[in-house]
């Protein structure tokens, strides 16, 4: 899994994830080769979705927007030291957990998708 990330001066970073190998870097591809050295041979057939985290028909617009707003929030109140508040917390926690259920049913559209195509 490889995240975009915005760091509190405003750069942009790239989190890779591989089970429990990681990898930190300013670009997808400088991330993507540094955990590729991590790995084993075993491990390196590896085949790479890059998700936009755009709206699309199984995350809204309205939803990633809010998906947006919560996490300005949440390092506004963290440098702040402060909580969100119970409600924005709740949505803080399902929003997410909607948008792996989102790249959940993308992945089994990709993956019918080709199951469909001659190969």
Do not use: W
Request: hydrophobic share 35%; net charge negative.
């Amino acid at each position: 899994m490889s995240i975009h990330e915005s760091s509190p001066n405003k750069s942009t970073t790239y989190r890779a994830i591989c089970g429990e190998k990681q990898a930190l870097e300013i670009s997808p591809v400088q991330v993507l080769d540094e955990l590729e050295q991590q790995l084993t041979n075993l491990q390196t057939n590896t085949l790479i979705f890059i998700q936009r985290f755009v709206p699309d028909i199984f995350f809204s617009q309205p939803q990633h927007e809010r998906l947006q707003q919560l996490m300005n929030r949440f390092h506004e109140s963290q440098d702040n030291q402060q909580l969100l508040s119970r409600e924005e917390q709740q949505e803080l926690e399902e929003l997410p957990e909607a948008e792996l259920a989102a790249a959940t049913a993308r992945a089994r559209k990709i993956l019918a998708n080709l199951k469909n195509q001659e190969i």
